[in-house]
């Protein structure tokens, strides 16, 4: 019965990678971002794009990523996202990393991104990205995008990134509320 009960105890705490403010509820005071995350942007050229903690109404008032993309954008290939490292992750396993989204004036579905990399943090290897494609009007309800990806051994860092892609959307925004990580069985 003890050994039931240990195998029962260690089976609940095992548990996937946690995200760190995945709500967007706690908010750096200096900056308005969502606290615990990072934020892409090209050198120098900081006013493409913005990122804010923004209190969504629609979602009982509580606060949302907004990633937006300058309306004067040029014409190439940059993806804005917010990051951070995963903490909990065990080679081997499968893991779906979800959140939910919402769009204004977008013409590509934002995008969900884990990178595995190795140990010097500059060699990649595995990489998986949520579905891909074009917007014909604006999602104004709540969508959830998903990837999944198995941890190949030699994985030191497990980088999460949401986003979304410059080509095509200036002037657009994303919102993003709920990220989660799950282990897939």
Known sequence: MAVLLALVLSAATVQAPQVVNADFEAVDPRSATPSDWYFTSLPGQSRLISYQSLLEP??????????????????????????????????????????????????????VVVQCLDDSANKSLGFARSEQRKLKQDLAEWETIQTEIKVPEGTATLRLRIGIPSEGNAGGTALFDDVQVAEVP
């Open 58 to 111: 629609q979602v009982n008032g509580s606060r949302v990523l907004a990633i937006k993309v300058s309306a004067d954008h040029p014409q190439q290939q940059v993806s804005y996202n917010a990051h951070q490292d995963l903490q909990g992750f065990q080679a081997g396993k499968t893991y779906r990393v979800s959140a939910r989204v919402q769009t204004r004036s977008l013409q590509s579905l934002p995008m």
